[in-house]
């Protein structure tokens, strides 16, 4: 018979009871070490007091109340990102899929409203993942999560990553734009290279075409700075965010330049429960954690330590561990063994993290999470190795 929930995932037989900071406790007491965040989603790690009070006053004095009113919770918001970032102006969501729809119909729109409705499609790169719409399966591209879904979404081309002459090479008079993760998360956390960031710009200017960032694993200061693609010293047209916005309380955004934002007019594009009270709430305490003084340096001076750790450990586990990628708190092990076993491995040790593409095993700890934490996974992950090791190479290392 069929579980009362549907069997779309394949789930650890674990269930966690209540969290504290970096760490998650499940129903028999056992602590575990959150290196994986829900996903890069709880980004103030569990139970941080100033969220949870947000979170509770708001409930306390009025939950939703729809988009036909004004919502000053999320005027603030809109306005503490449009003076932190590129944007003029903000759409608030519920996921990182509705942020991408967001997107691809402003940049759509603006060039319909611009004379040129046939530039409609939008370039991705292989190795994406933008989502699980029917839309965003498309712009993700990958065969195997659209099997079965009936016809592909038009509208999308693919290139390779990090290649500029395959890119220009697939712009048509039908392109709208380019949309690319900086930090391509659930592909395997790799990093576009700054230079390549810096070209689609260019590129972007030169053909009159929009660049748009999927930030929703890769921003939020998840790297060391408020949106990845700062590193790079650009800004995009257009922005989509989500997981780690409001710390675990499911929204989405859709940060954008007002060329872009203006397209969507009254009646365009809208949302029933998008930039409720309680959602921009949540997400204020976030920021109000995250745009604090010295923060984001603190971010990416533990991202550096953790860094350090782990190439220490592929030092000295060359058989289980051969690589270390990612930028900030967003990290990947490149994995000699099937990842799927160096991630049950971890779990057994007590460490939380999350399988990526092309075999890598991602850690994406919360963004408050401390040297003494990352010294306690480099241990239990060097426990993992030795779990890992083949026979022969385990009596060798002794
Ligand atoms: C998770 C993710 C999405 C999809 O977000 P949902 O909230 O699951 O819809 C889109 N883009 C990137 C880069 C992601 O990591």
Not at 14 to 20: K, N
Not at 34 to 58: C, M, N, R, W
Not at 162 to 190: D, H, K, M
Not at 339 to 352: H, K, R, T, V, Y
């Amino acid at each position: 018979m069929i579980s009362a929930l549907m069997p779309n995932y394949n789930r650890a037989d674990l269930a966690f009871e209540r969290g504290e900071g970096a760490n998650l406790f499940d129903s028999a007491g056992r602590r575990f070490l959150d290196f994986g965040a829900g996903i890069a989603t709880s980004s103030l790690g569990h139970g941080h007091p100033h969220l949870v009070a947000a979170i509770a006053e708001q409930a306390a004095r009025v939950i939703h109340v729809s988009n036909l009113y004004h919502i000053p919770q999320a005027e603030r918001l809109a306005q503490r990102f449009v003076d932190a970032s590129f944007a003029d102006s903000v759409f608030f969501c519920n996921s990182g899929a509705e942020a991408n729809e967001g997107l691809v119909k402003a940049m759509r729109k603006t060039m319909a409203d611009a004379g040129k409705p046939e530039r409609y499609r939008v370039i991705c790169f292989d190795g994406a993942f933008h989502g699980r719409t029917l839309a965003m399966l498309a712009a993700t591209g990958n065969a195997k999560y659209l099997a079965g879904f009936g016809p592909e979404v038009d509208g999308f081309d693919h290139v390779p990553f990090n290649n500029l002459n395959a890119l220009r090479a697939a712009i048509t008079p039908e392109t709208a734009g380019i949309l690319i993760e900086p930090v391509q998360g659930e592909g395997g956390v790799r990093p576009a290279q700054l230079q390549f960031l810096r070209d689609l710009r260019a590129t972007c200017d030169e053909f009159g075409i929009f660049l748009g960032m999927d930030e929703v694993q890769c921003g939020m200061g998840r790297t060391g700075k408020l949106f990845a693609h700062e590193w790079a010293g650009i800004t995009p047209d257009i922005l989509s965010s989500a997981k780690g916005i409001a710390g675990g309380f499911p929204m989405g955004a859709v940060l954008a330049t007002e060329q872009l934002a203006k397209a969507l007019v009254p009646g365009s594009h809208g949302t029933t429960f998008g930039g409720g009270p309680l959602a921009c709430a949540a997400a204020n305490a976030v920021l109000d954690v995250v745009l604090a003084p010295g923060f984001l340096e603190d971010v990416e001076a533990t991202g550096r330590y953790l860094w350090d750790g782990l190439e220490a450990l592929v030092r000295r586990y060359p058989s289980v561990f051969t690589d270390v990628r990612g930028s900030g708190l967003i990290v990947g092990l490149k994995c000699a063994v099937p990842n799927a076993e160096a991630q049950s491995a971890a779990l057994a040790e007590g460490l939380l993290t999350v399988a990526a593409g092309e075999n890598v095993l991602r850690l994406v700890p919360p963004l408050i999470v401390r040297q003494a934490e990352c010294d306690a996974a480099l241990a239990l992950l060097d426990r993992t190795a030795r779990r890992c090791l083949p026979a022969v190479s385990l009596a060798a290392a002794k």
